[in-house]
């Protein structure tokens, strides 16, 4: 269902393409699965374990989404812009190489570049403004083909605005405006599949083929996804990430639903149930993991660091209780049902120790379930080239170690934004001005100390704001114990929870039960699985979990042709 009006209008040029044999109707511009979402298509795929997947996170991460575009297999719908006259099918489970052979371009050797800034979020934009303004030469890389990152979900070319946009989309588009202007080399639908050392970075590009960079300094901008908490259900189509259902809102101008439930923890999941509302899209009830916010001092500490923030959110608070949507507080999923794909959403109160509350249940009729239970940083380029990490205990999460200008263990890298630890868009916005400006400075650059003091003072003011925030959002983490025996953890080899706790009781060792089970080798490389791997390895051995309790990181990091591995393995051997 595609959303009407509200401020926005189709610009792109009808089009039509072929879903299984079946004409579609779409817009230049927009991706195959939001205009498969749109057509009412929630099953995109066919998973080895038998029944359908659909879109999941909504970033390119998951890989859940493949289709078969042209006789050409695993192109993600999610990424994919559409054609005309395509002819797209639901990916078999193992589907054969393409048939007809591509040349890519001939890779040359790595080009050098003062600074290397992967990642067109907050943090990576402001990273090119601050380094660019001090005099430096900036190669700005981005998957996607818009910049602003998952923050500011630009609307999607195949959209236009015929009304003023929200604040938010004002910031991204005037940034955005800005970088371009900087003089900065935009490689826009890039991806870097390899980091095999700070002056050694593998890029696909979008033309096909890959290029080498050299940069005397690297800026890792690379944001977060959603984490996984698994549930019975969890992989029917019309399940999906908030954040996926934000993007398809938001940016594609397509409903995630007709009756949407919404289900997490974080101010995310209430931002997409207001956003939702506005587009004319019933939301049938919001469930939040963490208690009501009734912490005074967090409150206060929020009023005092950013006022306008927290007035936007009681706003929003308002909002849900104007048009009658329940909140439920201390309440997560417990299942998710349907024939083929989402019917049924089962909601669960759990008591202070994150422990379901037995009858408690609360089933609600639903085509669609965002999900938002916090976020995972995506730090397997900085694991890649060896940055020092540490387990963040209060965060529950495996982070970056850095010193107050983002500089990793390695000289030459800094790590900044979400991507390092998550502190929400105003802290990647300060922290990658720093290390933009700091990275500049030791190639020699001057960067306006003036600007870095004021940065710098913001910095700790959004710092403060986002520890009250997440201490007013503080919930348990129930990791994969929501989870019956036979629900997957790992949704791309379908390896389950009985599964994983048998390998772990004959060897509580990450490694061992990679190797047992297949958890943690598919397509999104562990980024789902790998978390609640090492944490029920960590609680198997009586600590907390490590480095090496995760998946080790291997190229390539995303999804890229075997002949650009070819090209790339000839290009570094020559280069040694």
């Given amino acids: 269902m595609r959303i009407a009006g509200r401020g926005k209008a189709p610009q792109g040029a009808p089009l039509a393409f072929r879903f299984e044999g079946a004409p579609i109707e779409a817009f230049a511009g927009e991706t195959i699965a939001a205009a498969l979402i749109a057509a009412g298509h929630r099953s995109f795929r066919h ?29 993600r719908a999610c990424m994919t812009e559409v054609r005309a006259g395509q002819r797209v099918t639901a990916q078999v489970a193992h589907p054969m190489p393409c048939a007809t052979a591509v040349p890519a371009p001939t890779p040359g050797p790595a080009t050098p570049c003062d600074i290397l800034v992967i990642g067109a979020g907050p943090a990576g934009l402001h990273a090119t403004l601050a380094a660019r303004a001090a005099g430096a030469r900036v190669t700005l890389v981005d998957e996607r083909g818009s910049l602003g990152g998952q923050y500011f979900k630009p609307l999607a ?66 944001g977060a996804h959603e984490r996984a908490l698994p549930f019975p259900g969890w992989t029917l189509p019309g399940v999906m990430t908030t954040g996926a259902g934000q993007t398809l809102a938001r940016a594609w101008r397509v409903a995630p639903g007709r009756r949407v439930v919404i289900a997490g923890n974080g101010p995310l999941n209430l931002q997409l149930a207001v956003e939702l509302l506005e587009a004319g899209i019933e939301v049938v009830a919001l469930a939040e993991a963490a208690p009501p916010p009734r912490d005074p001092a967090a409150l206060l500490a929020m009023a005092r660091s950013a006022p306008g923030l927290l007035a936007r959110g009681l706003r929003d608070r308002l909002r849900l209780l104007r048009a009658g949507v329940p909140v439920l507080h201390r309440h997560l999923v417990r299942r998710a049902e349907g024939e083929g794909a989402l019917a049924r959403v089962t909601l669960m109160r759990i008591d202070a120790a994150g ?104 910095l700790a003011r959004a710092r403060r704001f986002q520890a009250a925030l997440w201490s007013l959002y503080r919930a348990p983490d129930p990791g994969w114990q929501l989870a019956e025996g036979d629900t997957p953890i790992c949704r791309c080899e379908g390896v389950t929870r009985g599964s994983l706790e048998a390998a772990i009781a004959a060897a509580a060792d990450s490694g061992a039960a990679k190797r047992a ?15 609640l791997l090492a944490a029920a390895v960590a609680a198997a051995q009586g600590g907390q979990p490590t480095e090496e309790a995760y998946l080790a990181p291997r190229a390539p990091a995303k999804p890229v042709a075997l002949r650009d591995i070819a090209q790339g393995a000839e290009v570094t051997a020559d280069a040694r």
């Fill in 47 to 75: 998973s080895a374990q038998g029944g359908m997947r659909g879109i999941w996170c909504g970033m390119g991460v998951c890989q859940e989404c493949l289709v078969t575009v042209d006789d050409e297999p695993n192109r």
């Fill in 157 to 222: 070319k195949a959209h236009r605005p015929v009304s003023p946009q929200d604040a938010q989309a004002r910031a991204g588009l005037a940034l955005a405006e800005r970088v371009r202007a900087s003089g900065a080399e935009i490689l826009a639908g890039a991806a870097v599949w390899g980091a095999f050392a700070p002056d050694e970075i593998a890029i696909g590009m979008p033309s096909g083929g890959t290029r080498f960079l050299a940069p005397r300094r690297v800026i890792l901008a690379t």
């Fill in 355 to 458: 422990v379901p509350v037995p009858g408690s249940e609360r089933i609600f009729e639903a085509d669609a379930l965002c999900c938002g239970y916090g976020f995972q940083p995506q730090n397997e380029l900085a694991r890649a080239l060896g940055c020092a990490q540490h387990w963040d205990a209060q965060r529950r999460m495996l982070v970056t170690t850095r010193d107050e200008t983002g500089r990793s263990s390695l000289d030459q890298v800094f790590v900044v934004g979400d991507g390092a630890g998550l502190g929400g868009a105003r802290v990647a916005a300060a922290e990658g001005h720093i290390a933009g400006a700091v990275a500049a400075a030791d190639l020699g650059h001057a960067p306006d100390e003036a600007a870095l003091r004021r940065v710098r003072q913001e």
């Fill in 517 to 531: 089970t297949r958890c943690g080798m598919g397509r999104c490389q562990g980024r789902y699985c790998a978390p």
